[in-house]
């Protein structure tokens, strides 16, 4: 089990920058994938990006190609999301979760989630 906690949320203007941390305990942490999920108000929590346990694989969904970058340091057992370029359909609660998977894309799939933390980008 790994228990996580978001961190790096807040208030942006449109075209800005955020990063986000998604700190995590357990020792499962290095070998499970990560991935950032959002929701934003009245609609269904979505995928983001996933990064496998050793960073090698990655995968982002088409809203925040080239926008958003997800890395990790298993080191310091945390979880990256670099969002640049920032848009206000981006408005959302961000969490991070843990798979015991290789990498996937699937919420279904994570085991483990964190609690979240707002982003919002304001126009």
């Known amino acids: 089990q790994v228990q996580l906690v978001e961190s790096g949320g807040g208030l942006v203007q449109s075209g800005g920058s955020l990063r986000l941390s998604c700190a995590a305990s357990?020792?499962?942490?290095?070998?499970?994938?990560m991935g950032w999920f959002r929701q934003a108000p009245g609609k269904e929590r979505e995928f983001v990006a996933a990064?496998?346990?050793?960073?090698?694989?990655?995968y982002y969904t088409d809203s925040v190609k080239g926008r958003f970058t997800v890395s990790r340091d298993n080191a310091k057992n945390t979880v990256y999301l670099q969002m640049n370029s920032l848009k206000p359909e981006d408005t959302a609660v961000y969490y991070c979760?843990?798979?015991?998977?290789?990498?996937?894309?699937?919420?279904?799939?994570?085991?483990?989630w964190g609690q979240g933390t707002q982003v919002t980008v304001s126009s």
């Open positions: 357990g020792r499962t942490f290095s070998s499970a994938a």
């Open positions: 990064i496998s346990w050793s960073g090698g694989n990655i």
């Open positions: 979760a843990a798979s015991g998977m290789v990498i996937t894309t699937h919420m279904g799939e994570y085991d483990d």
